[in-house]
């Protein structure tokens, strides 16, 4: 089993900053893709970044792309997310999941790809 507890969420005015943070416990070994998604009400989960701990790999989806910086401390086996400059729209839940490479060390980056997920940590940004 792979435990996924994230934390760092809350309430934020438009343009500030948030770091959200997830730590990992059990059997990780195997599971070298680390990513967030988030999901509004009304919508469907959605993938934020996702990186490979195995290679240097890294996604952001078009819409956070030089706003958000995906990053991982092995030693603290813990996933984080810098986000800055935030937008109302980033407002949702934000969760952490782990799952295995497609091959060679590369992550697909839907959310069907990942097995493992926390419980959430709620962003509410307002303007």
């Given at each position: 089993?792979?435990?996924?507890?994230?934390?760092?969420?809350?309430?934020?005015?438009?343009?500030?900053?948030?770091?959200?943070?997830?730590?990992?416990?059990?059997?990780t070994?195997?599971?070298?893709?680390?990513?967030?998604?988030?999901?509004?009400?009304g919508?469907?989960?959605?993938?934020?970044?996702?990186?490979?701990?195995?290679?240097?790999?890294?996604?952001?989806?078009?819409?956070?792309?030089?706003?958000?910086?995906?990053?991982?401390?092995?030693?603290?086996?813990?996933?984080?997310?810098?986000?800055?400059?935030?937008?109302?729209?980033?407002?949702?839940?934000?969760?952490?999941?782990?799952?295995?490479?497609?091959?060679?060390?590369?992550?697909?980056?839907?959310?069907?790809?990942?097995?493992?997920?926390g419980?959430?940590?709620?962003?509410?940004?307002?303007?």
């Open positions: 089993q792979v435990q996924l507890v994230e934390s760092g969420g809350g309430s934020v005015q438009a343009g500030g900053s948030l770091r959200l943070s997830c730590a990992a416990s059990g059997y070994y195997s599971r070298n893709c680390m990513g967030w998604f988030r999901q509004a009400p919508k469907a989960r959605e993938g934020v970044a996702v990186m490979s701990t195995l290679r240097s790999f890294t996604y952001y989806a078009d819409s956070v792309e030089g706003r958000f910086t995906i990053s991982h401390d092995k030693a603290k086996n813990t996933l984080y997310l810098q986000m800055n400059s935030l937008k109302p729209e980033d407002s949702a839940m934000y969760y952490c999941a782990a799952g295995l490479t497609k091959g060679f060390g590369y992550c697909n980056t839907d959310s069907l790809s990942f097995g493992d997920w419980q959430g940590t709620q962003v509410t940004v307002s303007s």
